[in-house]
C-alpha cells in the first residue's frame, strides 16, 4: 500500500511540562526534533530504497503522536476559552502549514503541465485540489476501493493524505478542549487537565476500536480515513495530560527516563525494520511504534550519562528535524515527478542525488516560507488574513484543477467524435482489423488515432454508471445494457473485470440483433463454487455469496445465451499459484456443468493478455509517441486460463471457446497499440474502441453456438 508520512508541527512550550502554563516564550525540544529527524528519515528510506527498511511507513504513526502530544500540551497551557481564540489558534495553524504545502501544490502543477504525459492530468489534478482542501486521506479512501487504481501511476501528491488527518485534528481538537475545559468548570468535579485527558481517553479509546474493525472489513481504506487514525494521535494527547505526573513520579531518576526512552526508540526500530506493507495496519499492530513514540515524548530525557540525547541533539540531526515538514513536502513529489523530466527512472545514484536536492530545498522553505509566516502577526500581516489566505488559495487550486480536469475531457470527447467512421468500416486497418488485414496493414497503424488521454478513459460503461460489486463485495447489483423490448434476446455477461471489458463490443452488437444485456460483474472475485482468498474473512464470504448468486441466477433465469470470461488471478486459501489454477478449472468445470444441463448456450471468451511490464499502457505510449513499440510486449504476456482450460475439456453443443489472443498478439508481440487504438486503458484491460473492434468476431462465434444450439 502506498504509504507517506507528514511531519508534526507545533513546540513545546518554555516551561518543563507542555501541558503546564508558563511563559509564551517556546523552545525546541531535541529530543522530538530528533525524533521528527528519526521519522522523515525513516520514511524518506522507505520511499526511495524500498526494501531497506520494510516498515519506515511507521514514521507517519511516530509524527502522529508527536502533534497529539505538542498540540495538545500548547491547548493545555492557553486554553481556548472563545470563539476568538479558537480562530487564533486556526489562524496559526494556516500560516504555519499553508504556505509551504500550497508552494509544493503549486511546484507540483507547473511540473505535471511541464513534464508529465497528459494521461495523468485529470487524476493528479483532483488529487491536488484534494490536497488543497485537506480531504486527500478521504479521496485515496475511496481511490482504494476501486482495484484498478493499482494499475495508475503513482500521484506526485498522495502523501498528503497524512497532512489532511493532521489538519482534520487541529480543526477538531481545540474544540474536544474546549468543550471538556467548559464542563468541568461548569461541574467542578475534575481539574481541566483530569477533563481533558477523561475526553482524550474516550476518543482514543473509540478510535483504536474503529481502527481494528475497519482494518479488517475495509483494509485497502483503513490506512487512510480519520477513524482509523485519531487514537494515535489522542494518545500523544494523553501523554501530554500525564506528563507532570510522570515527571513528578520519575523525579530527579535520570536512569528510569533514560531506561524509558530506550525502551521506546527500540520499539520504533523494531516496527521499522520488522514490519511490512502486506501486514494489517494501523489496528492495533500501529501501537509498537506509536506507544514506544508515547515513551520517548512522557522520559522527557536530558543529557547526563548513557542518555540518547547525546546523539539525538547532535548538530545534523536537529537540522533535519528542523526541516522535517518541508523534506517530506518535497521529498514524494519529486521522486515520483523527476523520472518525467528526466525521460527515465531514477538508478541509485540519481535518487541520492535527488535526496540532496530534496534536502536543500526544504531548507530553503524552511527559512523563507516556514520561519517568515509563522507566528501572530507574520511579516506585519494581521492574523485574521490568515483565513482570507487559506480560502483564496484552496480555491485557486480547485478552480486550476477543474480547468485541467476539462481540457482533458474535451480532449476525449473531441477523439471520440472522429472513430466513427473507421469504426464502421469493415475493410479498414481500425484496431484488431490491422492484424485481420495483416497484408494491407501495419501493425501500429499509420497514425495515433486514439491518443492517449483518450484512451485513459476510454473504458466500458460499468465504470462511469458503478455498475460493479466492489469494495468488501457487500453490495451485490446488476445492471441492464441494450435493448428494452420484450422479444429481445436475453444475454448475460458473468465475470469479473475481464468479463466487464467485453460489454462495449457486446453492447455494438445489442444495438443491431436486438439483444437485452444483464450484467454480473465483481471486481478480482471469479466464478466458482469455492472459496478465494482476500484480506478479510467478510470479503471472502461476499465473493462466495456473490457466486452463489450468480451461478443460481444464470441456471434459473432462462437466458439465450451466457457470455462469460474471468481473470483467475486471487489465490484460494492455502493454495500456491499452480494449486489455485487446478483448482479453479475443476471448479469452473462443475460451474459450466451446472449451466449447460439446462440447455443454456454459454460462450467463454478467453482472458486476453498483459501487453506491457509498464504499469499503465497509455502513459507508456504518451512518452513513446515516436516509437510505439517501446509499449509492445512479448507473447509471455498470454495468460493462464483455468475457465478456458476447462471450457476446451467439455464436449458440448451449447458450448464454445473464443480466443482473441491472436487479435493482439503475432510473431511473438503482443502490441498496445493496433491499427491507430491504443490497446488497453491501463495495465491489462481493454480499451473500449479496441475491444468494439472484435465485435465481428463475437457476433460469428455467437451466431455459430446459438445455431448449433438450436439443432438440438
Not at 496559526?92 to 502543477?109: E, H, K
Not at 482489423?433 to 484512451?455: E, I, M, W, Y
Not at 465475470?495 to 443491431?512: E, M, R
Request: aromatic share 10%.
Amino acid at each position: 500500500m502506498p504509504v507517506s508520512v507528514k511531519p508534526a508541527v507545533g513546540e513545546a512550550p518554555a516551561s518543563s511540562s507542555p501541558g503546564q502554563a508558563g511563559p509564551q516564550r517556546t523552545v525546541i525540544r531535541a529530543d522530538i526534533q530528533a525524533l521528527r529527524a528519526i521519522a522523515v528519515l525513516l520514511v524518506v528510506a522507505y520511499h526511495f530504497f524500498p526494501g531497506t527498511v520494510p516498515g519506515g511507513f511507521i514514521g507517519v504513526d511516530v509524527f502522529f503522536v508527536i502533534s497529539g502530544f505538542l498540540i495538545t500540551g500548547h491547548l493545555l497551557s492557553k486554553p481556548p476559552q472563545s470563539p476568538r481564540m479558537l480562530a487564533d489558534f486556526w489562524g496559526r495553524r494556516i500560516r504555519r502549514l499553508l504556505p509551504a504545502s500550497f508552494l509544493v501544490l503549486l511546484a507540483t502543477l507547473v511540473a505535471m503541465l511541464l513534464w508529465a504525459p497528459q494521461t495523468i492530468w485529470s487524476g493528479i489534478s483532483k488529487e491536488i485540489a484534494a490536497s488543497a482542501l485537506y480531504v486527500q486521506n478521504w479521496f485515496l479512501a475511496g481511490q482504494a476501493v476501486d482495484y484498478l487504481a493499482v494499475d495508475n501511476a503513482p500521484s506526485p501528491v498522495q502523501h498528503f493524505w497524512s497532512l489532511s488527518v493532521e489538519e482534520q485534528f487541529y480543526l477538531v481538537w481545540p474544540v474536544v478542549v474546549l468543550i471538556a475545559i467548559w464542563l468541568v468548570r461548569r461541574h467542578r468535579r475534575r481539574t481541566e487537565r483530569q477533563a481533558v485527558g477523561v475526553a482524550i481517553f474516550v476518543i482514543v479509546v473509540a478510535s483504536l476500536i474503529a481502527s481494528v474493525v475497519i482494518t479488517i472489513t475495509d483494509p485497502a481504506a483503513a490506512y487512510f480515513v480519520s477513524w482509523t487514525r485519531a487514537w494515535e494521535l489522542g494518545l500523544g494527547g494523553l501523554g501530554a495530560c500525564l506528563f507532570p505526573w510522570v515527571q513528578q513520579r520519575v523525579g530527579e531518576s535520570h536512569a528510569a527516563r533514560v531506561v524509558v526512552a530506550y525502551v521506546g526508540l527500540v520499539m520504533i526500530a523494531v516496527a521499522a525494520f520488522s514490519f511490512t506493507g502486506a501486514m494489517p495496519f494501523p489496528s492495533y499492530t500501529a501501537a509498537l511504534p506509536v506507544v514506544g513514540t508515547a515513551l520517548v515524548l512522557v522520559a522527557g530525557i536530558g543529557r547526563g550519562a548513557l542518555s540518547p540525547l547525546r546523539v539525538m541533539a547532535w548538530r545534523p540531526v536537529q537540522i533535519v528535524g528542523d526541516s522535517s515538514y518541508s523534506m517530506y513536502l518535497w521529498h514524494w513529489a519529486a521522486l515520483v515527478m523527476l523520472p518525467y523530466a528526466l525521460g527515465h527512472a531514477l538508478h541509485r545514484n540519481g535518487k541520492l542525488i535527488t535526496i540532496i536536492v530534496v534536502f536543500f530545498l526544504a531548507w530553503l522553505t524552511k527559512v523563507l516560507v516556514e520561519d517568515r509566516l509563522r507566528g501572530r502577526r507574520p511579516l506585519g500581516v494581521p492574523l485574521r488574513r490568515s483565513f482570507l489566505f487559506a480560502a483564496v488559495g484552496m480555491l485557486a487550486f480547485v478552480l486550476a484543477a477543474g480547468g485541467v480536469v476539462g481540457f482533458v475531457n474535451m480532449r476525449a470527447a473531441a477523439a471520440q467524435s472522429q472513430l466513427d467512421t473507421e469504426l464502421n468500416d469493415p475493410a479498414s486497418c481500425f484496431g484488431s482489423r490491422a492484424l485481420v488485414n495483416a497484408n494491407a496493414c501495419t501493425p501500429h497503424g499509420k497514425s495515433l488515432l486514439t491518443d492517449p488521454v483518450f484512451a485513459a478513459a476510454d473504458q466500458p460503461a460499468p465504470y462511469k454508471d458503478g455498475c460493479w460489486v466492489l469494495g468488501d463485495f457487500s453490495d451485490q447489483k446488476t445492471c441492464h445494457y441494450g435493448s428494452d423490448l420484450p422479444d429481445a434476446k436475453k444475454v448475460a455477461l458473468v465475470g469479473n473485470s475481464h468479463a466487464g471489458q467485453w460489454l462495449p463490443p457486446l453492447q455494438q452488437i445489442a444495438k443491431k440483433e436486438n439483444w437485452s444485456i444483464t450484467t454480473y460483474l465483481i471486481s478480482e472475485c471469479y466464478t466458482v463454487d469455492r472459496p478465494i482468498q482476500f484480506p478479510s474473512a467478510q470479503k471472502m464470504k461476499n465473493c462466495s455469496d456473490w457466486n452463489d448468486k450468480v451461478i443460481t441466477d444464470v441456471q434459473h433465469s432462462g437466458y439465450d445465451l451466457v457470455v462469460f470470461s474471468n481473470r483467475t488471478a486471487q489465490p484460494m486459501p492455502g493454495m500456491t499459484e499452480a494449486q489455485t489454477f487446478a483448482a479453479a478449472q475443476e471448479s469452473y468445470t462443475r460451474v459450466l456443468d451446472e449451466w449447460l444441463r439446462t440447455g443454456t448456450p454459454v460462450l467463454v471468451l478467453r482472458d486476453t493478455p498483459y501487453a506491457t511490464e509498464l504499469r499503465n499502457v497509455p502513459d507508456c505510449v504518451a512518452t513513446h509517441l515516436k516509437d510505439l513499440s517501446a509499449c509492445d510486449g512479448t507473447d509471455a504476456r498470454k495468460q493462464v486460463d483455468p475457465l478456458a482450460a476447462a471450457a476446451e475439456a467439455i464436449s458440448a453443443p451449447n458450448l464454445s471457446v473464443l480466443d482473441e489472443t491472436s487479435r493482439i498478439c503475432a510473431k511473438g508481440t503482443c502490441y498496445s497499440v493496433l491499427g491507430g487504438v491504443i490497446v488497453y486503458f491501463d495495465r491489462g484491460h481493454m480499451s473500449a474502441t479496441f475491444a468494439t473492434s472484435l465485435a465481428p468476431d463475437i457476433k460469428s462465434a455467437a451466431d455459430a453456438l446459438l445455431a448449433r444450439s438450436a439443432k438440438r
